[in-house]
């Protein structure tokens, strides 16, 4: 087996090769060190590899393993994580001048549960400055590029997370997502990415953009992937106030779900008003797919659902601004145009149009949650348009945003307000060749279902199992 077809591998597949013996932790460290030496120049996706340290682990694995202390799934995986989770040791930029480029004195509670899992940390991926914005553009650390077309955006904010899981570079990354930041660049790089229930998972340790708005989540090839991930990951975190206690059974577990009586909710307004020919067609049959596989297609009147993204930013903008207060007022000018502009934005609102915002956001959540009394899930395009190119994504000289673009997030901003989970996956290609991503999105705490749905599209189709061409 070459190196290459060992890492387009998934997570399942290659702790099952592990857990054989097939191959070995040290195997798969080596060989992910090559990959990514071999596609860095192209893609951008890393800020710091953690090579030495990822070998070291892995040594350490392959003695447990052959000692019997072998922890499946994540054993001797490497996994990257987007820098804004802290990692014992190291700094966490943000991608971006203005921090102090001082070592994190702990690790983030996600990375120390991979750790305890046995996985390898591989190093921290690239981002939009602060995680605040979703192209892949990033004066300061330099653009990521897209795996499946060099020239175009991987998508953001967790744009490294995407391109490098997309180009095997990794088994799996984390990202976050504030307003679509899994789920675009999943969608953009053809792989599948869980923004997951708002609490679900740990974010202390991870550095903040809208407190009540963010996620951790998981990005991977495939459905089931992601489910092993979240089986690490997922679970209350006395250290974050807003971690949730529920108990939570395996994801993993649950993925065998059948679509024959599974009820699926298309909307009706707003989430197919003026999207690209080629995703409509391309999500249609997805649905018209799972209808003949035995599923009831519910559809909804949602006609106050187009307010969702409007209430995302309404939250989003002042909190951001919050956040970066202090660094703002000592370091603006560190700042990229871009980010400096939105965070000025967000510090203009009002606290009366904050609390507004929120009100609205209450309001609309209970009006998602009745809608989805009907349904088991909600199924439509993660975006309305095609991925743009770096160029078309890049500011023109003068001006603090792009001129184009601004619809890639009206969708998935959607269930930020709301904190519902919500997974991207790949559903068909453009004529280009680029990926064309389907969104699914459940009720609160329903993420089983949403990762089962998913599954179960991925066990009848094989989009997900394409590989990027544009690195050979």
Request: charged share 20%.
């Amino acid at each position: 087996m070459s190196d290459s077809d060992l890492l387009l591998k998934p997570v399942a597949e290659l702790a099952d090769l592990i857990k054989s013996r097939s191959i070995s932790p040290v195997d798969l460290a080596t060989a992910t060190i090559s990959q990514i030496e071999h596609t860095e120049s192209a893609l951008n996706a890393f800020l710091d590899v953690y090579s030495d340290e990822m070998m070291a682990s892995a040594r350490n694995a392959e003695r447990d393993i052959t000692n019997g202390k072998h922890r499946w799934p994540l054993h001797g995986i490497p996994i990257g994580l987007k820098d804004l989770i802290d990692v014992q040791g190291k700094p966490t930029t943000g991608g971006s001048a203005a921090t102090s480029g001082e070592p994190a004195l702990r690790d983030a509670t996600v990375t120390a549960r991979f750790r305890d899992a046995g996985a390898l940390i591989a190093g921290k991926l690239n981002l939009v400055e602060f995680a605040f914005g979703f192209s892949s553009c990033n004066p300061h650390t330099g653009d990521v590029h897209n795996p499946w077309n060099l020239d175009r955006v991987a998508a953001g904010s967790s744009s490294g997370s995407g391109a490098a899981v997309a180009s095997g570079s990794v088994a799996a990354a984390l990202g976050t997502d504030t307003g679509g930041s899994v789920r675009m660049p999943a969608a953009a790089c053809g792989i599948t990415g869980l923004k997951p229930t708002y609490g679900l998972v740990s974010r202390y340790g991870v550095m903040d953009l809208s407190w009540s708005s963010d996620h951790v989540g998981p990005m991977c090839r495939t459905a089931a992937d992601c489910a092993l991930l979240m089986d690490v990951i997922a679970g209350h975190d006395p250290s974050d106030p807003a971690s949730s206690k529920r108990v939570i059974p395996s994801f993993a577990s649950r993925l065998d779900i059948d679509l024959k009586g599974m009820k699926i909710g298309v909307p009706k307004d707003y989430f197919f008003d003026g999207v690209d020919s080629e995703i409509t067609a391309a999500v249609r049959n997805a649905i018209a797919l799972m209808r003949a596989e035995g599923a009831t297609i519910v559809d909804l009147s949602m006609p106050w659902v187009e307010m969702g993204r409007a209430i995302n930013v309404g939250v989003l903008l002042p909190e951001a601004a919050s956040v970066h207060r202090t660094r703002l007022s000592e370091n603006a000018d560190k700042y990229s145009p871009a980010v400096r502009y939105r965070l000025e934005a967000g510090s203009e609102v009002s606290a009366v149009d904050y609390i507004h915002a929120q009100r609205a956001r209450a309001m609309f959540g209970a009006q998602m949650a009745s809608a989805m009394d009907e349904v088991d899930v909600l199924v439509t395009p993660t975006v309305p348009i095609q991925t743009p190119t770096i160029a078309e994504m890049a500011p023109p000289p003068g001006s603090p945003t792009a001129s184009s673009g601004g619809e890639f997030p009206n969708f998935t901003g959607v269930f930020n307000a709301t904190g519902q989970p919500s997974v991207s996956l790949n559903c068909g290609f453009t004529a280009d060749n680029m990926p064309i991503g389907m969104m699914i999105s459940g009720k609160a705490f329903g993420d089983a279902t949403v990762l089962g749905v998913a599954h179960a599209y991925q066990r009848i189709t094989d989009w997900h199992c394409q590989m990027p061409s544009a690195l050979s």
